[in-house]
C-alpha cells in the first residue's frame, strides 16, 4: 500500500474519532412535537436538494441545481423542480400510515452524518425509523433507508412512486425490469419536458433489499407504484432501503439511461457502501468547522450554517450558490451578490474548493458579461444582477435592479482578488484572474464621470439599498468600484503586466460623500429614508474603505435604526457585529448577533428565512451573513494580501472559546478564548 494511502487512513481515523469524541448532541437538531410550527430542513448535495416534510416519508420538492426554463410565456428563467422518486407509502395492516395514526413522532437533522431521520410508532403494531441522504458520493442520487420494528404480528406493504411536478409539459411514468450481470432490477422510472420545451428529466428508483428473501416488488400500473408485501412477526425487524436518482439533460446528454445507471450502480453498490461513501465525504468537509465553547445554542446554530452551504456546493462544478441554495425556487435560482459577498468569503475561508467553483461559474460566463457591457454602451465586462445558467441577465423587466444595480461587477472582482489572496497561485492569476480583473476595470472606467473638480462620480446605480434607484454616488458602489480598480492594478503588478493609468485615477477620484455632521452620506440625494440594508456600513466592513474607529461609530449610530425592520435581510446586523467585535465592544456585538438571526429563526431546526416576516426555506444568503459574524467578527479572521490574518476582536461574554480548524489551503486552526 502507498505511502500516501497510509496517511489518508489515519488522518480518517483520527478525524472520526475526534468528531466522536465531541458532544453528539451539538451536531443534532430535533423535533418532537408534531403539531408545533414547522420550516422544513433541505437536505442537498451540491446537484440536487430534497426538501423533506413532518408527514410520515413526506418529501415536499426535488429541486435541481442550474436547470432551467422559463416559468411562463414571456417570464425570466427559473430554476425547476425535479421529479420527485423518493415518495413512499406504507400500510400496516390495511391502514395507511399518516399523522392521524402515528405517535412518538421524532425528526431528528444528524449534520454530522447529514441525515435527516423520522421515527415514530403506529399504535402498538410497528415502531419505524427511517432516514433521508441525499448521497454526498452519488450526487444526483438520493437514499431513504426504513428500519420497522413489529411490536404485533403485522402485514406490511410499502409503494413507491413517483411525482411528476404539475408545471412540466409532458410526463410519463412506467416499470422496466433490467438484468444487470445477474442482478435482477426492478425499477420504476419517469421521465418529462419542462414546461417550455428546454430542458428534459428523468428519473429512477428501486428497492434496496437487505433480506435478499423477500419477494420481487409488484408493479401496480394502476396507480404507477411499485409494491412490496412482508409479513413480520412480532419483535421481528425489517429493514429495506429506496434509492432514486434525477438527471436532466443540462448535466447529461442522456438523462433517461443516466437516472437508470446511477440505480443500477447503487444496487450494486448497496446500501453500506453508499452511506459509507456519504460519511467519508462529509467527514472530510468538517475538517473545516467551527466550535464554539460556552453557547451550545450558537454552536448548533452556526453549525446548521455551515451544513448548509456545504450542502449546496460542491468542488469542480463550477456551479455557485443562489440565495436560496437547493431548498426551493426562491428568487427563481438565479445568482446574486449575495454569492461575492456574503456566502463565498465563509467558504474562502474554510473551503476553498468550494469558492472556486463559485468564482469558476463567473470565469465561465465572461462572455455575456462583454455583451452586456457592449449593449448599455460600456467597456470591459458588466455582469447581470441576476444570473442564470447562460450567464446573461435574468431580472424581471419590472425590477430595476436589474437595470441599475451594477456593483455585481465589482463585488465580482473583489472576490477574484481575495481568491488569489488565500491561495497565492500566481499561475492562476495570470491565466484566469487578472485577465477578469482587466475587464472588470476597463468597465468601470468607462462606467465613472470626470467631475470638474478632479473627481470621478458613478451616476444611475442601485446600491446596496434597493430602496433608492438609480442614484448618483452611492457609497457601496463607489466604494466598491474603487477597490476592484485598485484591486486590479495589484494584480497586474504581481504577473508583470502594465495597466492603463486611469484605473488607478479613477479608484483614487471616486467620490465617498459626507453630511456636513461627518456622517457618510449614502447617496447625493439621500436625506435619511429608511433603507432596506446596510449599504454605508458595508464601506467599514468588508471593504476595509473606512478604518477610522470613531467614523465606523457614527456611520453604525446613524444608519443602525434606518433598516427597514419587517423587510430588511438578516445581514446587515451581521456586519455590525463584526465591526464592533473587532472595536471591542463585545456587548454590542452579542446585540448585533442576535439581531442577525434571531427574528429570522424558525422552528424547529433553526432555519433561517430572510427577512422577519418570510417563512421560506433556508435563506443561504443569511447563513453567509451569521458565519462571517462568527469568523471575520469574533474570531477576527481577515483576509489581506498577506494571506489570512486573525486581527483583535472580542468574543460575546459568555463564550469561553471559538475554534475555528482547517482554515485556507493550509488548514490552519485559529483560536480566540477570553483573556
Known amino acids: 500500500m502507498k505511502i500516501q494511502t497510509w496517511v489518508f487512513i489515519v488522518i480518517g481515523m483520527f478525524l472520526s474519532v475526534s468528531l466522536k469524541a465531541e458532544n453528539e448532541s451539538l451536531w443534532q437538531l430535533c423535533a418532537d412535537d408534531l403539531h408545533a410550527s414547522y420550516a422544513p430542513a433541505p437536505m442537498a448535495s451540491g446537484c440536487i436538494g430534497i426538501l423533506p416534510g413532518k408527514e410520515p416519508f413526506q418529501i415536499e420538492q426535488v429541486v435541481l441545481n442550474h436547470v432551467f426554463d422559463a416559468a411562463a410565456p414571456g417570464v425570466v428563467s427559473r430554476v425547476m423542480r425535479g421529479i420527485n422518486p423518493f415518495e413512499l407509502k406504507m400500510k400496516v395492516d390495511g391502514e395507511t400510515i399518516d399523522t392521524l395514526r402515528i405517535t412518538g413522532w421524532k425528526q431528528t437533522v444528524d449534520m454530522r452524518r447529514a441525515v435527516h431521520r423520522t421515527e415514530f410508532c403506529m399504535g402498538q403494531k410497528v415502531r419505524v425509523v427511517s432516514g433521508l441522504r441525499t448521497l454526498r458520493g452519488l450526487p444526483y442520487a438520493g437514499l431513504v433507508s426504513v428500519q420497522v420494528e413489529a411490536l404485533a404480528d403485522v402485514e406490511m406493504e410499502v409503494c413507491c412512486g413517483m411525482e411528476i411536478p404539475d408545471d412540466y409539459a409532458t410526463g410519463r411514468v412506467f416499470y422496466r425490469e433490467v438484468d444487470a450481470d445477474g442482478t435482477r432490477l426492478y425499477l420504476l422510472e419517469a421521465e418529462a419536458v419542462s414546461a417550455r420545451k428546454l430542458r428534459r428529466v428523468a428519473a429512477a428508483s428501486t428497492f434496496l433489499m437487505e433480506d435478499r428473501d423477500v419477494q420481487k416488488p409488484l408493479f401496480k400500473e394502476d396507480a404507477n407504484e411499485l409494491c412490496l408485501s412482508v409479513s413480520i412477526r412480532k419483535g421481528d425487524t425489517f429493514s429495506f432501503s429506496l434509492v432514486g436518482s434525477v438527471c436532466s439533460s443540462r448535466d447529461f446528454s442522456d438523462p433517461y439511461n443516466e437516472a437508470e445507471r446511477q440505480v443500477v450502480y447503487a444496487v450494486h453498490e448497496g446500501r453500506e457502501r453508499l452511506v459509507q461513501s456519504h460519511e467519508r465525504l462529509w467527514d472530510e468537509l468538517w475538517r473545516s468547522d467551527i466550535r464554539i465553547e460556552g453557547d451550545d445554542d450558537a454552536q448548533r446554530l452556526v453549525r446548521f450554517a455551515l451544513f448548509n452551504l456545504y450542502s449546496s456546493c460542491r468542488a469542480g462544478s463550477r456551479l455557485s450558490i443562489p440565495p436560496m441554495g437547493l ?349
Not at 457591457?373 to 435574468?394: C, K, L, N, V
Not at 447563513?623 to 476582536?649: D, H, K, M, R, Y
Not at 488548514?667 to 477570553?674: D, H, I, K, M, P
Request: proline share 6%.
Open 327 to 675: 431548498s426551493s425556487q426562491g428568487y427563481n435560482g438565479h445568482i446574486f451578490w449575495d454569492t461575492e459577498l456574503w456566502m463565498y468569503p465563509p467558504m474562502l475561508l474554510l473551503q476553498p474548493g468550494l469558492a472556486k467553483s463559485m468564482l469558476d461559474y463567473r470565469m465561465d460566463r465572461i462572455g455575456p458579461a462583454r455583451r452586456k457591457a457592449m449593449a448599455y454602451g460600456y467597456r470591459g465586462a458588466m455582469y447581470p444582477w441576476e444570473s442564470d445558467d447562460t450567464g446573461e441577465e435574468a431580472t424581471p423587466t419590472f425590477a430595476l435592479t436589474g437595470a441599475f444595480e451594477h456593483h455585481i461587477t465589482a463585488d465580482v472582482g473583489i472576490a477574484c482578488w481575495n481568491y488569489y489572496c488565500v491561495t497565492h497561485d500566481t499561475l492562476w492569476l495570470k491565466r484566469e484572474g487578472f485577465p477578469l480583473l482587466r475587464e472588470i476595470a476597463d468597465f468601470w472606467v468607462s462606467r465613472a464621470v470626470w467631475n470638474a473638480d478632479g473627481s470621478y462620480s458613478i451616476p444611475g446605480v442601485t446600491g446596496a439599498d434597493e430602496y433608492a434607484n438609480g442614484v448618483t454616488d452611492n457609497a457601496f458602489t463607489n466604494a466598491s468600484a474603487s477597490l476592484a480598480l485598485a484591486y486590479a492594478c495589484r494584480a497586474g503588478a504581481v504577473c508583470g503586466e502594465q495597466v492603463p493609468p486611469e484605473w488607478k485615477e479613477v479608484s483614487q477620484g471616486l467620490r465617498i460623500l459626507q453630511f456636513e455632521n461627518g456622517v457618510t452620506r449614502e447617496h447625493a440625494t439621500y436625506q435619511g429614508e429608511t433603507i432596506k440594508q446596510a449599504d454605508v456600513n458595508l464601506l467599514a466592513y468588508p471593504l476595509g474603505k473606512i478604518t477610522d474607529p470613531a467614523q465606523q461609530r457614527k456611520d453604525l449610530a446613524y444608519y443602525a435604526e434606518r433598516i427597514d425592520q419587517q423587510n430588511g435581510p438578516m445581514m446587515s446586523y451581521a456586519v455590525f457585529c463584526v465591526q464592533y467585535a473587532r472595536m471591542g465592544d463585545a456587548e454590542k456585538a452579542w446585540e448585533m448577533f442576535r439581531r442577525c438571526y434571531l427574528p429570522n429563526w424558525r422552528p424547529p431546526f433553526g432555519v433561517l428565512s430572510e427577512t422577519p416576516a418570510s417563512n421560506n426555506p433556508y435563506f443561504m444568503t443569511g447563513a453567509g451573513g451569521l458565519l462571517q459574524a462568527v469568523l471575520n467578527g469574533f474570531c477576527g479572521l481577515q483576509v489581506t494580501e498577506a494571506g489570512i490574518v486573525q486581527l483583535p476582536s472580542v468574543l460575546p461574554p459568555h463564550w469561553k472559546r471559538v475554534t475555528v480548524t482547517g482554515v485556507g489551503i493550509g488548514r490552519q486552526t485559529y483560536v480566540r478564548e477570553q483573556p
